[in-house]
């Protein structure tokens, strides 16, 4: 007697043999099995496609026999995705596992952060503190209280950024704006160092640009002296640029000192023989200095017959240059890491 024909049982017996079979190494033998057995167009899915029209009978008998194909086939694809994967992230391990890791790459402080940091640190030491004060500034904390007249000529040194006119809100062009307020809100003595951001209305070149960093210096109390403010910087200078450092005053102006001088150091390039740095006269200008103005006092309500004072601002930017040999302002502001990378703490 003939043995009854069953086709799909065969059929499924078939591929089931054929999933066992299938050797799943690379990449495209997992594809090539999705595309046979899983994909809706793979041979499983005409099966199903089959016993859509088989009798009840077959397909309570085969229904299940299918299923479990599914599954078979589902499990198996699932198992050489995870292998493959696995192997994938094995690769990178590859190679010598005793070298040390590539360290993350930290970042360093600012040079003008390192200047300013040195510059607090000195004048720690000679007992002044930080004070610090707002950046958008009025017209009398900036101009008026420091004896600058209106309308007077001098105004024009400093021209800024006007926030907002009648009444006048700047942005502050030094940082005296934070002596007057210290000066207006408590009472002498007073030895403090103001460092911070300042602005101009200047054109941007190697040499100057819109915003740039000060520290100012006020010391006020009875018996303070020109020659107090002389060694201050002298002791300065030669702790920040070394001990042959000279210095030296020459006479100048400012509306809120009387006398004023500007304090140049002498030439750490050439050391006083002449080159292009100090151009060829052996000195290098670092800050504008003076004895506190009466009327300055006045304004802020201390007696210029009990107290004296003096004060003196610097440009961070300018003593960095010098610190360091940088010869271009705008690289400070550029954030080139290949710059900011050079500098270390030299404290
Ligand atoms: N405020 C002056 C400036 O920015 C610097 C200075 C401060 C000069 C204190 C003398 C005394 O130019």
Redesign the pocket.
């Known amino acids: 007697m003939r043995k009854p024909e069953r086709p799909m049982e065969d059929k499924i017996k078939a591929i089931e043999a054929r999933i066992h079979a299938f050797a799943i190494q690379t990449r495209e033998h997992l594809e090539e099995f999705r595309l046979q057995f899983i994909s809706k167009k793979g041979e499983l899915t005409s099966l199903f496609d089959e016993l859509k029209v088989a009798s009840a009978e077959q397909k309570k008998l085969l229904g299940k026999a299918l299923n479990d194909l599914k599954k078979l086939s589902e499990e198996k694809f699932k198992t050489g995705q995870d292998q493959l994967e696995s192997a994938a992230v094995g690769q990178s391990f590859e190679g010598d596992l005793t070298l040390p890791p590539i360290p993350n790459k930290i970042g360093s402080q600012h040079p003008l952060s390192l200047t300013r940091y040195r510059i607090i640190e000195i004048f720690e030491r000679l007992g002044f503190n930080v004070e610090d004060g707002p950046e958008i500034e009025d017209d009398w904390h900036n101009f008026t209280a420091l004896n600058f007249p209106e309308n007077h000529p001098a105004r024009e040194?400093?021209d800024t950024f006007f926030v907002e006119k009648n009444p006048d809100v700047l942005l502050r062009?030094?940082?005296?704006n934070v002596q007057i307020r210290l000066m207006k809100n408590r009472k002498p003595p007073f030895r403090a160092i103001m460092p911070g951001r300042?602005y101009r209305n200047e054109a941007i070149s190697a040499r100057a640009h819109c915003f740039f960093h000060?520290v100012?210096g006020l010391y006020v109390d009875t018996n303070v002296g020109f020659a107090d403010l002389k060694q201050a910087l002298y002791h300065f200078a030669k702790e920040m640029f070394g001990k042959e450092t000279k210095i030296r005053l020459r006479p100048s102006f400012?509306p809120?000192?009387e006398p004023?001088a500007e304090i140049d150091i002498s030439c750490l390039i050439c050391h006083g023989k002449g080159c292009n740095v100090c151009k060829y006269s052996g000195w290098v200008e670092i800050?504008?200095?003076?004895m506190v103005h009466p009327n300055v006092l006045r304004n802020c309500g201390i007696d210029p017959d009990v107290y004296t004072g003096f004060?003196?601002?610097m440009g961070i930017e300018r003593i960095t240059m010098l610190r360091y040999s940088i010869n271009d302002l705008r690289l400070f502001s550029e954030n080139d890491i290949r710059f900011l990378k050079q500098f270390k703490a030299v404290m």
């Open positions: 040194m400093q062009t030094h940082t005296s300042v000060q100012e400012f809120f000192t004023s800050a504008g200095s003076g004060a003196f601002g």
